[in-house]
């Protein structure tokens, strides 16, 4: 077989080339079909065929074939390819032909060049700026620039002689349709006909141009999946075989497995009646349209099988593409998973064909190919991962998020435990949700006992769109009265509770109630009240939280459930993990001082399922004691630190006789004061504040992501200009890095937990072939334990955890010591010496 005159890559398995010509097509052909959820397939295909174009210059290909061997390296036109990595230029060429070939199409040619353009300019960095903002920089048109690039740099007429021929003439025939201008205008026409605001010129509405960037990001999404996808089933052909590209299980069988296990569950009391007719609630409201919905249920209603209910007969219906659940933390991703796993995948054939769990961030943002092939990218029918993960995709930096946007399209979203939507994305959200909705086709279903406002914040920057009937309950008060199994009592004292009194009381509420749950706010104060109560003889000790892997919590929650089963005396001391979605049932709980969502929460492990008896054998309520710690420091978190004072605000109110709250301090009267309360204490924070640390002035990100007004106003004065040459302003890659700055990424580290652990670090440290890590590291993240940076910078002082293999940038705990039985991963060592070294 002839060597083609123009490569892309080259296969390092077997030595096989792909031409630049089948991997232009390639790409084209998936961006076309990503893009079509939105009706943009014309856009989505030219931007698929020239996202590449800059390869076809004699400078990039001599380096690209200095790079994988095809140029000895005694030959004249050898070059350094490693030293010019990242040095020549294949990404402007094609931005540069977009944006020249529609600007001579007046204005709206101009916008759709511009959004086209950015796709391909960005699709090795991340969305770049079209306005810089960096700090101790003026502020620079990025986007003219990087058009405006000199010809000998990008190979612009370069590229276009070179060309092939079939590329060249499917290009000039998109560019030649009107089509391709009037599908980005009448895109832009819906998003202006939603949020117009009269006597407000569009460019001036931050709803519309923060919804335009998520269009721009959108097609982005198309892009780098299509590019990603095509690149690494070349070169890694078995592998491949792994993707499901969409054909996926029908939904009527998915249905009838689900069906058939909610038949054949049990009605065992009370609760189990009410919970029967919340998931039938679910399934009659499944026929509704696409829209925003909420759940808003007790914890203990069934939420997870009830949403999932909804969610099958909606995609259904409606013929959508996949449903995700979106979970605040890990430690309800592996019960959820796990019980919709087994009734959705009942058979070995059907494993990991239904369910995927994404959550885990073993590889950091900078990939090399061999990463990148082990990235999922959200190809399954029920998909769940974290919030994290999901903002990531709509406002992170970089590839490796960005490319997972499109999949929200089509899409069934279940927001599980909505209240934990961190404060400063309230507006990000919210105007997400409504792009996804409004413009991509998508339904939402807000779920929690503890319904935050998000309708109600202010307008101008972005408030969810609630229909007038959008509870899928229809009586949501006579639901809370109706499942309403403990009594709140409000404990505090003046000076606060010792760790021994807190320790006292939890111990005789095992005697008492048979049972007690202990949570608190900190890993610290968790591990102090376990090491007081550990010793006590007559009932079983746990600790639980993040330090542990998800394996670690697991195995502790299956003992734990039961030992509470079997009615045995059980003491947990355990951090706010196991407040949101964990299925236990104590006797009683003791709940440190935080807001009122967490106290409600934490109830919810109380009485869960009307067990607890008088003496005389009839119901009653379960305790939760809300006490007020001596001497925990959460000054630093500010989240926990801002409701605990609201809540103590209502306590307050409540003890002056000034609200009883219908007599429910945890009931929907309670929860909407306290949101009133808590945002409006917060709502200087929710368009996500950023300093001029980071941005190079006081701002936002709402700001920085629509209209980008500071940064236009110094352009201006700066150039002395009073018009933009530019529509779209937005610093799309300074906003990323700021969403960085302010919440830290978390790494994951692989622990030896167990024998499963050890074996499987193992295998990961010996495996070369990606097909079989691609597997492996599915299932390290049930080994993985998330640290922030400061940890992993001290790990890897101390020599504690090493890289997998040689520059993957994967780690493990080599040092035993650092991952105790009872508390985790620890950043002091413990125990026996054992380095694992494979």
């Known amino acids: 077989m002839d060597m083609p005159r123009y490569i892309a890559h080259k296969r390092e398995g077997d030595g096989d080339v792909q031409s630049l010509e089948c991997h232009l097509l390639g790409v084209a052909k998936l961006a076309k079909g990503f893009a079509a959820k939105i009706g943009l397939e014309s856009q989505g295909e030219l931007i698929g065929l020239l996202h590449d174009l800059g390869k076809y210059s004699n400078e990039f290909q001599v380096y690209l074939r200095s790079a994988v061997g095809l140029i000895n390296q005694d030959g004249l036109e050898f070059v350094d390819a490693l030293g010019l990595k990242g040095k020549v230029d294949h990404s402007t060429a094609g931005a540069q032909v977009i944006w020249e070939e529609l600007c001579k199409h007046g204005e709206m040619g101009q916008i759709a060049g511009q959004i086209l353009g950015l796709c391909i ?63 980005l205008k009448e895109s832009i026409r819906q998003i202006m006909l939603r949020d117009h605001i009269k006597e407000l010129d569009p460019i001036k509405n931050k709803i519309i141009q923060f919804k335009l960037g998520l269009l721009v990001r959108f097609l982005f999404s198309c892009l780098i999946d299509a590019d990603r996808v095509d690149t690494a089933d070349f070169e890694y052909p078995k592998a491949a075989n792994h993707r499901l590209n969409g054909q996926y299980t029908e939904w ?57 209910r909804f ?43 239904v369910v995927l769990e994404h959550h885990s961030n073993l590889t950091p943002e900078q990939q090399g190919w061999k990463e990148k092939m082990l990235t999922e990218n959200w190809d399954a029918p029920v998909v769940f991962t974290t919030t994290v993960q999901l903002l990531e995709s709509l406002f992170g930096g970089g590839t490796r998020g960005a490319r997972r946007m499109h999949q929200l399209a089509n899409a069934v979203l279940i927001f599980d435990e909505i209240q934990t939507l961190p404060v400063n994305c309230v507006h990000l959200f919210c105007n997400a949700m409504n792009f996804l909705i409004e413009h991509c086709g998508s339904t939402v279903v807000l779920c929690t006992a503890t319904q935050p406002l998000l309708n109600l914040v202010d307008q ?11 509870d899928l309950m229809p009586n949501v008060k006579r639901l809370f009265d109706d499942l309403k199994r403990v009594e709140v ?41 376990y090491q007081l109560c550990r010793e006590t003889e007559g009932m079983q000790h746990f ?13 502790r929650l299956d003992t734990i459930r039961k030992l509470l089963d079997e009615e045995s005396p059980v003491l947990c001391v355990s951090t706010q993990l196991i407040e949101a979605g964990v299925d236990v049932d104590f006797g009683a709980v003791v709940r440190y001082t935080a807001g009122l969502d967490s106290i409600a929460q934490a109830a919810g492990r109380c009485n869960r399922n009307g067990k607890q008896k008088d003496a005389d054998g009839n119901p ?83 700001n920085l992501l629509s209209i980008n007004s500071l940064a236009v106003e110094e352009f201006r004065r700066d150039h002395n200009r009073a018009a933009l040459n530019i529509y779209l302003r937005q610093s799309f890659m300074s906003a990323a890095r700021a969403f960085k700055v302010i919440d830290a990424p978390t790494r994951g580290i692989i622990v030896p ?65 650092y991952y105790g039985p009872d508390f985790g991963l620890s950043q002091t060592p413990e125990g026996t010496m054992e380095v694992l070294n494979a």
């Open 121 to 183: 300019a960005s699709h090795h960095s991340g969305l770049i700026d079209c306005l810089s903002s960096d700090p101790n920089k003026p502020v620079e048109d990025i986007f003219t620039r990087r058009t405006g690039k000199r010809d000998d740099r990008s190979h612009l007429r370069e590229a276009l002689d070179k060309i092939d021929t079939n590329i060249d003439k499917r290009f000039r025939e998109l560019v030649d349709t009107q089509e391709l201008i009037d599908g």
């Open 460 to 470: 101008n920057k972005g408030a969810l769109k609630f229909t007038k009937n959008d």
């Open 620 to 702: 009653k309520a379960g305790r939760v004691h809300v006490v007020n710690p001596a001497m925990e420091n959460i000054d630093r978190l500010k989240d926990i630190h801002c409701g605990k004072d609201i809540t103590e605000r209502l306590l307050n109110d409540v003890e002056a006789g000034s609200e009883d709250f219908g007599g429910n301090l945890i009931g929907p009267k309670a929860i909407e004061r306290y949101f009133e309360y808590f945002f409006f204490a917060r709502h200087q924070e929710m368009d996500y504040p950023v300093s001029a640390q980071t941005v190079g002035r006081d701002d936002t990100l709402l």
């Open 753 to 817: 937990y167990s024998e499963g652990g050890r074996d499987l670090i193992k295998k990961l440290c010996s495996v070369s072939e990606v097909e079989k890590q691609f597997k492996l590291l599915r299932q390290a993240q049930q080994y993985t334990v998330n640290v922030v940076p400061y940890v992993l910078e001290q790990l890897q002082k101390d020599g504690a955890i090493h890289e997998i293999q040689p520059d993957v940038n994967i780690f493990y705990l080599s040092d035993s010591r």
């Open 311 to 353: 969610a099958l007969h909606h995609a259904d219906r409606h013929k959508m593409d996949r449903v995700i659940y979106v979970i605040p933390f890990t430690s309800i991703i592996d019960q959820n998973a796990k019980v919709v796993r087994d009734i959705l995948e009942p058979t070995k054939a059907d494993r990991g064909r």
């Open 252 to 308: 009527p069988l998915l249905i009838e497995r689900l069906e058939k296990h909610l038949q054949e569950f049990p009605i065992r009391n009370p609760v189990d009646e009410i919970r029967r007719g919340i998931s039938n609630h679910c399934r009659a409201g499944a026929i509704r349209n696409k829209s925003i919905y909420t759940l808003t249920v007790p914890t203990g209603g069934g939420k997870t099988l009830a949403s999932l």
């Open 489 to 529: 009592l409000n404990g505090r004292k003046p000076g606060g509770w010792t760790d021994e009194d807190v320790a006292r009381l939890a111990l005789d509420e095992v005697v008492q109630s048979g049972s007690c749950l202990v949570i608190v706010n900190t890993k610290k104060s968790a591990q102090i009240l």
């Open 543 to 555: 600790h639980l939280s993040t330090s542990m892997c998800p394996a670690h919590r697991k195995e």
